[in-house]
């Protein structure tokens, strides 16, 4: 099998890697909401058993209802819904929590999901040209090339000095050399 077709395999299974994360993904968040639903059902449930008990045991509500109003049947009726709405409270509080620890979850899970899906694409992120022949390289004496830049080098040196030298053997003044300008020649 040849270069393209592996990599044309490695593509689709890319591509198919990344569709079943996000699929478990949500499939993971469904879940999660189906059981926070469970949840709020359960609590909703004792809510009302909660509240039928409540009627039922309402020691206030009786005293009332036999004419004992002062203050003590008062307390009474108060602290007993107080219970009650605590309980309802502490449900609350639950479902709070479970959604916390749902929550939490789910990012544990999408950040998993994340880390799979770039090692998926660290597996494909590289083009593939298979076709292409790499460059040829430079066959080029490295050695070779740094003694030819050495002598330009020196050369340019030289003639720089040998303009220097010349100068010296002809100790030409200002005044010699304006009188060779003048004369329109060179000495």
Request: charged letters at 20%; proline letters at 2%; aromatic letters at 6%.
């Amino acid at each position: 099998m040849n270069t393209l077709a592996l990599t044309s395999v490695q593509r689709v299974q890319y591509d198919q890697g990344i569709d079943s994360s996000n699929v478990a993904l949500q499939n993971f968040y469904g879940e999660m909401q189906e059981k926070y639903g469970d949840l709020i059902g359960q609590s909703m449930q004792e809510g009302e058993q909660g509240w039928k008990d409540f009627l039922k045991t309402d020691e206030g509500g009786k005293m009332a209802a036999k004419g004992q109003t002062g203050r003590s049947a008062g307390r009474i009726s108060v602290t007993e819904l107080g219970d009650y709405l605590s309980k309802g409270s502490r449900r609350a509080y639950q479902l709070t929590q479970a959604q916390e620890k749902m929550s939490d979850a789910g990012a544990k899970m999408a950040a998993q999901t994340r880390a799979q899906q770039m090692q998926l694409f660290a597996q494909n992120n590289i083009i593939r040209n298979p076709e292409l022949a790499p460059p040829r390289p430079v066959m080029q004496n490295v050695g070779m090339a740094a003694f030819k830049d050495a002598l330009s080098i020196a050369s340019s040196i030289a003639g720089i000095a040998s303009g220097f030298g010349s100068l010296g053997g002809n100790k030409m003044t200002v005044d010699d050399f304006l009188k060779v300008q003048a004369a329109g020649g060179t000495k």
